[in-house]
C-alpha cells in the first residue's frame, strides 16, 4: 500500500480480512492549500449550499482550519451548523464530527463514487418531495489531483457543484539509497494516486516482478510513463474497485 502512511490503517485491515498481507510503504505526503483566497471561497460558498461533502479526513481538517483562518463569524465548526455534511466511509465521518461538529450522511463503501451516488439520490428524494425548482448546491471540498467523479455524478442528480481543492499530495522525498522491492517480501503493489507512482519510484528498485494496479486512468497513465507495466484498474477509484481488479 503506497498512499499516506496515517491512511493506510483501514486498507490493511480490509486486506488482511481478504486474506493478504499488508505491508505500508508511504509514498505519498498531503499538504494543506492554506491561502487566503481558498479561505475566503470556502467562507463565501458555505452560506449558498445545502451540502458540504469530504471525502478524507484531511479535508474535514483543512475545512475547519482554513474557516478558523478566515473572515467568519465563527471558527471552524461554528460555522457549518446550518450546513448537512457528508462524508466518505466511517474514518471521514469521524473526522467531520471532530473537525466540523456534525455528519449527516455515510457512505457504506469507500471512494467518492458510493458516496456520491448515495447523495445523488438523497439530493432526488429531497427535490420530489418539496417540490423544489432551484437546483442544489454542493460544495466539495477535495484534494487537489481527485478526479472529477462526484461532480459528474451529482450534476447527473440535477444538483450545482462547487468544488474547492482544500489539500494536495505531493510524492515523498527521494532519498539518498532505494530499497530493493524484495526487501518488502510483496508480490503486489496497489497505486491510488499519480504521486504515489512517482513516491514509489523515489524510495524502492523494483528488482523482482511485481503486479501493479491501479486505482483510476491517471495513476494508470503516469505509472506507465515511468516504465510500469499495469496488471489492471479499478473500475472505481476505491479500495473495493482495486479489489476487484485484483480478483
Not at 490493511?12 to 510503504?25: I, Q
Not at 451548523?81 to 450522511?105: E, F, I, K, N, Q
Not at 505509472?223 to 476505491?238: I, M, Q, R
Amino acid at each position: 500500500m503506497t498512499r499516506a502512511r496515517e491512511d493506510c490503517a483501514a486498507w490493511a485491515e480490509r486486506l488482511r480480512g481478504a486474506g493478504a498481507r499488508a505491508v505500508t510503504l508511504a509514498c505519498i505526503e498531503c499538504q494543506p492549500i492554506d491561502e487566503p483566497s481558498v479561505r475566503e471561497r470556502l467562507a463565501e460558498a458555505l452560506p449558498d449550499v445545502e451540502w458540504l461533502v469530504v471525502t478524507s479526513r484531511r479535508g474535514a481538517e483543512a475545512v475547519a482550519r482554513l474557516l478558523a483562518e478566515a473572515a467568519s463569524p465563527a471558527p471552524g465548526g461554528a460555522a457549518l451548523a446550518p450546513v448537512p455534511v457528508a462524508a466518505v466511509g466511517p474514518s471521514t465521518a469521524a473526522a467531520a464530527r471532530r473537525w466540523l461538529g456534525r455528519v449527516d450522511l455515510v457512505s457504506e463503501g469507500s471512494g467518492a463514487e458510493p458516496l456520491g451516488r448515495e447523495l445523488a439520490r438523497r439530493l432526488i428524494q429531497d427535490r420530489e418531495r418539496d417540490r423544489r425548482t432551484r437546483p442544489p448546491r454542493v460544495l466539495l471540498a477535495l484534494a487537489e489531483n481527485a478526479g472529477p467523479v462526484l461532480e459528474e455524478i451529482l450534476s447527473r442528480a440535477g444538483a450545482r457543484c462547487v468544488r474547492i481543492d482544500v489539500y494536495r499530495t505531493v510524492p515523498v522525498a527521494a532519498g539518498a539509497h532505494r530499497r530493493p522491492v524484495s526487501q518488502l517480501g510483496v508480490n503486489t503493489v496497489l497505486l491510488a494516486s499519480p504521486s504515489a507512482v512517482t513516491g514509489l519510484l523515489h524510495q524502492v528498485e523494483l528488482d523482482v516482478p511485481v503486479e501493479v494496479f491501479t486505482i483510476g486512468p491517471s495513476t494508470s497513465s503516469r505509472a506507465k510513463k515511468v516504465g510500469l507495466t499495469v496488471a489492471a484498474e479499478a473500475d472505481s477509484p476505491s479500495l473495493e474497485g482495486l479489489m476487484e481488479a485484483m480478483a
